[in-house]
Nanobody, 124 residues
């Protein structure tokens, strides 16, 4: 069983920064990619960023490219999402997820495990 726990969310003003963290625990039986997704009220879950097992392949949604940075530490079994220049439209519950296999994916249903989410609110 694999469990994921996100942390680092909060209330910030436009232009501020936040760093979200995701801790993976439990037994993993293979290498895995990690992804970050977000979901605003009344909307479907959308892709934010993903990173391959080796960290050599990264992909971002166009809406966050240049502002967000995804990273991972395979020794500590963690992933981080550094969010800079936050905008009100970034307001959502942010989820981290695990996808078995080395390659990244932007599709939620391809991920095998999910965290409970952490709220990010950007408002003036």
């Amino acid at each position: 069983q694999v469990q994921l726990v996100e942390s680092g969310g909060g209330l910030v003003q436009p232009g501020d920064s936040l760093r979200l963290s995701c801790a993976v625990s439990g037994r993993t039986f293979s290498s895995y990619a990690m992804g970050w997704f977000r979901q605003a009220p009344g909307k479907e879950r959308e892709f934010v960023a993903t990173i391959s097992w080796s960290g050599g392949n990264l992909y971002y949604a166009e809406s966050v490219k240049g502002r967000f940075t995804i990273s991972r530490d395979n020794v500590k079994n963690t992933s981080s999402l550094q969010m800079n220049s936050l905008k009100p439209e970034d307001t959502a519950v942010y989820y981290c997820a695990v996808k078995y296999g080395r390659s990244w994916s932007t599709t939620p249903h391809e991920y095998d495990y999910w965290g409970q989410g952490t709220q990010v609110t950007v408002s003036s």
